[in-house]
């Protein structure tokens, strides 16, 4: 079965970091592209960013919201995907959840697993 | 960045009723939109890819249609499992922006 488990959320002052981490399993994580997305309360989905696998360098995509601010990375050794959020505001308080992505290409890059979310809170 | 609309943003309906969503874009995103249901403290939950593919699993009263800029969802006989949200993704070029909602209630 395909699950996703994030963790790592938390009360954080506005201008704090915070680390969120994502673990994989029952599929190959190393092969997918993974996504992290966020939901304010009450509100709706933001798409925040993207790792890409091996074979495409690693590279990433961000949200014009969290570029420079947020980093996500991986492990593929562990199956984990990590999302470090720097300089956070209190905007950035949000349900934050990980999601697999289908494939590589822009056809297949929609989300068909997600976690459960993890929740984040910038507050003084 | 490609923005998405939803229409309506909220709908009240029986069970038994067919249902229709429609998500817009601002720009031609050929067929690389997603349909996902959410319901209240769950993560979303893909239901349709490529604006007509159903996801496995997925119940067949689900169905997608479009192309382009204009896409619809359609629940063919709503049940009680389907009152949720609905959010239709772009996944044609980043950031691949959602679109704000269509919450379906319970009439």
């Known amino acids: 079965e395909v699950q996703l488990v994030e963790s790592g959320g938390g009360l954080v002052q506005p201008g704090g970091s915070l680390r969120l981490s994502c673990v994989a399993s029952g599929f190959t994580f190393s092969d997918h592209y993974m996504d992290w997305v966020r939901q304010a309360p009450g509100k709706g989905l933001e798409w925040v960013g993207r790792s890409r696998n091996k074979a495409n360098s690693y590279t990433t995509e961000y949200a014009a919201s969290v570029k420079g601010r947020f980093t996500t990375s991986r492990d593929d050794s562990k199956n984990l995907l990590y999302l470090q959020m720097n300089s956070l505001k209190t905007e950035d308080t949000a349900v934050y959840y990980c999601?697999?992505?289908?494939?590589?290409?822009?056809?297949?890059?929609?989300?068909?697993?997600w976690g459960q979310g993890t929740l984040v809170t910038v507050s003084s | 960045d490609i923005q998405l609309t939803q229409s309506p943003s909220f709908l009240s309906a029986s069970v038994g009723d067919r249902v229709t969503v429609t998500c817009r874009a601002g720009?031609?995103?050929?067929?690389?939109l997603a349909w996902y249901q959410q319901k209240p403290g769950k993560a979303p939950k893909l239901l349709i890819y490529?604006?007509?593919t159903l996801q496995s699993g997925v119940p067949s009263r689900f169905s997608g249609s479009g192309s382009g800029t204009e896409f619809t969802l359609t629940i063919s006989s709503l049940q009680p499992e389907d009152f949720a949200t609905y959010y239709c993704?772009?996944?044609?070029?980043?950031?691949?922006?959602f679109g704000p909602g269509t919450k379906v209630d319970i009439k």
């Open positions: 993704q772009q996944h044609n070029a980043y950031p691949f922006t």
């Open positions: 999601a697999r992505v289908r494939g590589s290409g822009y056809v297949l890059s929609f989300l068909d697993c």
């Open positions: 720009q031609g995103i050929s067929n690389s």
């Open positions: 490529t604006a007509s």
